[in-house]
């Protein structure tokens, strides 16, 4: 059955699919100052876990493999990617961390170089020097680091610089979980590859519970569920964006996150992004956007 290519459903999915991911970002953020963020992947991961099986049951997916030890692995730096990120957005501005994320294919073309046996051209060696050019021009605005009048000043420099660091680790870590999923596609089907990961990362946060546990008040619980549910239905529209269109004519539409997170951030905590948060984030988003233009035309040569 040949892939279908519309266009104009694809962004519409794609879109919505950024837009949730960025309502739950936002939950993530606004339950940080007193929910641990390992209890927060724990609620994020367990909720997902329906929509996961509901896709696994339509598929009629097993989870017979050979490969546990792979799964393990992906699911780790999977966990290492979602830490990360969470950590990162209990401290920096929602904007900036969601421009920093956008550094995993600048890692992943690095990481072809080990894992795959690839050797990046000129252009696209090019592009990953722009993109860690635009990671250099956010760390180096402290304006992007204060938040504006979202009262985020107050951090200390120190926590401040970690959590920059966490968001552009999220990028590796990232990277690096796509490499172990090319790897463990060769062999697995993808709705397998997705059940194990959520199993897994579902498990091992749960473990790590009793070491970081805060009862939720009565109104926090809601919205742990709501960022769970969330990104589940975050998950299903970017799958079904993806069975929609090309992945190259969706490209541009996920990097629309940063302009959702631009006004989140400006209407629930007043902050205003730093010019040296939006250059950075430009050029993080154009290399991003020419590594994919690349790949695009590699694949069609």
């Known amino acids: 059955m040949p892939l ?22 936002a939950l993530i ?23 996961v099986a509901l896709i696994a049951w339509r598929r009629h997916v097993t989870l017979r493999t050979r490969r546990f030890g792979g799964h393990l692995t992906r699911a780790i730096t999977g966990l290492s990617s979602m830490a990360c ?3 990162a957005l209990t401290i920096l501005p929602l904007a900036e961390q969601t421009a920093l994320t956008y550094s995993t294919p600048l890692f992943v073309t690095i990481l072809s170089i080990p894992f795959l046996g690839e050797r990046p051209g ?6 990953v020097v722009v993109g860690f050019l635009g990671i250099l021009v956010i760390a180096l605005g402290q304006g992007a680091f204060l938040g504006g009048a979202s009262g985020e000043s107050g951090v200390p420099s120190w926590l401040r610089w970690a959590a920059f660091i966490a968001a552009a680790s999220n990028g590796f870590f990232s990277g690096l979980t796509t490499m172990l999923v090319r790897q463990l596609s060769g062999t697995e089907a993808s709705s397998t590859i997705v059940m ?14 009793p070491f970081v546990w805060v009862t939720p008040t009565a109104g926090e619980l809601p919205l742990l569920i709501g960022l769970g549910l969330l990104g589940g239905l975050a998950q299903v529209l970017s799958t079904e964006a993806y069975a929609s269109a090309q992945v190259s004519a969706l490209g541009p539409y996920s990097y629309s996150a940063l302009l959702w997170a631009i006004l989140l951030g400006w209407l629930v905590w007043g902050t205003v ?16 956007l020419y590594i994919l233009h690349r790949e695009m035309r590699r694949r069609s040569a």
């Open 29 to 51: 953020k606004g339950l940080g100052d007193h929910i641990p963020f390992p209890e927060i992947m724990f609620f994020r991961n367990l909720l997902a876990l329906p929509v």
């Open 196 to 209: 194990w990961q959520s199993l897994l990362m579902t498990g091992i946060t749960f473990l790590a519970l």
């Open 122 to 127: 000129v252009h696209r060696w090019g592009a």
């Open 4 to 25: 279908r290519h519309d266009v104009r459903r694809g962004a519409l999915l794609m879109l919505g699919a950024t837009a949730l991911f960025t309502l739950m970002n």
């Open 273 to 288: 992004p730093s010019v040296t948060m939006l250059a950075g984030g430009a050029l993080i988003v154009g290399a991003g």
């Open 85 to 87: 990120s969470f950590f």
